[in-house]
């Protein structure tokens, strides 16, 4: 049987992202409070997937926002 490859680099080291602020609903933006309940809702049963989900999404759409 042959060696494993070694290789000589460190490994690297991820951000935490649990330690960034969730983004803030805009004031008038339907998406954004209807992606807000979805959050609270996911909160409320522990379901981190759909909290990091919504924020994201909150994050990306334009629509609504003046």
Do not use: K, Y
Not at 35 to 54: K, N
């Amino acid at each position: 049987m042959s060696e494993p490859t070694r290789h000589g680099t460190i490994p690297i080291e991820l951000p935490h992202l649990f330690d960034e602020v969730e983004p803030d609903p805009v004031e008038g933006c339907a998406g954004c409070a209807a992606l807000a309940q979805v959050r609270e809702w996911a909160r409320a049963t522990g379901d981190r997937t759909t909290i990091t989900d919504a924020n994201v999404l909150m994050r990306r759409h334009p629509e609504g926002h003046r």
